[in-house]
T-cell receptor
Framework: AQSVAQPEDQVNVAEGNPLTVKCTYS??????LFWYVQYPNRGLQFLLK??????LVKGSYGFEAEFNKSQTSFHLKKPSALVSDSALYFC????????????FGKGTRLHILP | DSGVTQTPKHLITATGQRVTLRCSPR?????VYWYQQSLDQGLQFLIQ???????AKGNILERFSAQQFPDLHSELNLSSLELGDSALYFC?????????????FGEGSWLTVV
């Protein structure tokens, strides 16, 4: 069965610095990977996804993610963090054609320090 | 605004009671997913429907049931409620099945069992 791990419960970054939120996955076939963001008392918002093609995927709000098949990772990145990026970030994965559910990681809380 | 509508936004009920959560997917979306988010369990997949039929099942308790109606809206029924059922329940939708399809989340229904 597919699974996804976010090894950090919380990441603190100073405003203006680059940020990385880590995600590793385990699938039996080809991975389909997603990042979502959740602001307080809100639903999850889609940021970006990897299906196939370029390993560097660009998404909303200046975020991007790098797919690394050999390391089974899909880390979320942003070159320059904003205080407004502070939120809960979820990595998610799908891989089985007849099992359409998306499995989410436990989430990483990102704090951007002014 | 994702286009996924969930009602009610907040609900407080007593143990042993039954509640129904309602979801209207984005216009044109055939797939509906239900997730439960709690502090200790993270984001748990409950169940998925596609065009009225159940397609995937996750960690859904026997006390919970769901259905998708011909107009594609969905309801999640929670019965014999326990304190531990207090959580944020999300509905999400996507245009079709398929691994690359993005799912879009509603704002959630906060359930408090007292």
């Amino acid at each position: 069965a597919q699974s996804v791990a976010q090894p950090e419960d919380q990441v603190n970054v100073a405003e203006g610095n680059p940020l990385t939120v880590k995600c590793t996955y385990s699938v039996s076939g080809n991975p389909y990977l997603f990042w979502y963001v959740q602001y307080p008392n809100r639903g999850l918002q889609f940021l970006l996804k990897y299906i196939t093609g370029d390993n560097l995927v660009k998404g909303s709000y200046g975020f991007e993610a790098e797919f690394n098949k050999s390391q089974t990772s899909f880390h979320l990145k942003k070159p320059s963090a904003l205080v407004s990026d502070s939120a809960l970030y979820f990595c998610a994965v799908r891989d089985r054609p007849r099992d359409d559910k998306i499995i989410f990681g436990k989430g990483t809380r990102l704090h951007i320090l002014p | 605004d994702s286009g996924v509508t969930q009602t009610p936004k907040h609900l407080i009920t007593a143990t042993g009671q039954r509640v129904t959560l309602r979801c209207s997917p984005r216009s044109g979306d055939l797939s509906v997913y239900w997730y439960q988010q709690s502090l200790d369990q993270g984001l748990q997949f409950l169940i998925q429907y596609y065009n009225g039929e159940e397609r995937a099942k996750g960690n859904i308790l026997e006390r919970f049931s769901a259905q998708q109606f011909p107009d594609l809206h969905s309801e999640l029924n929670l019965s014999s409620l326990e304190l531990g059922d207090s959580a944020l329940y999300f509905c999400a939708s996507s245009v079709a099945q398929g691994l690359g399809n993005t799912i879009y989340f509603g704002e959630g229904s906060w359930l408090t069992v007292v």
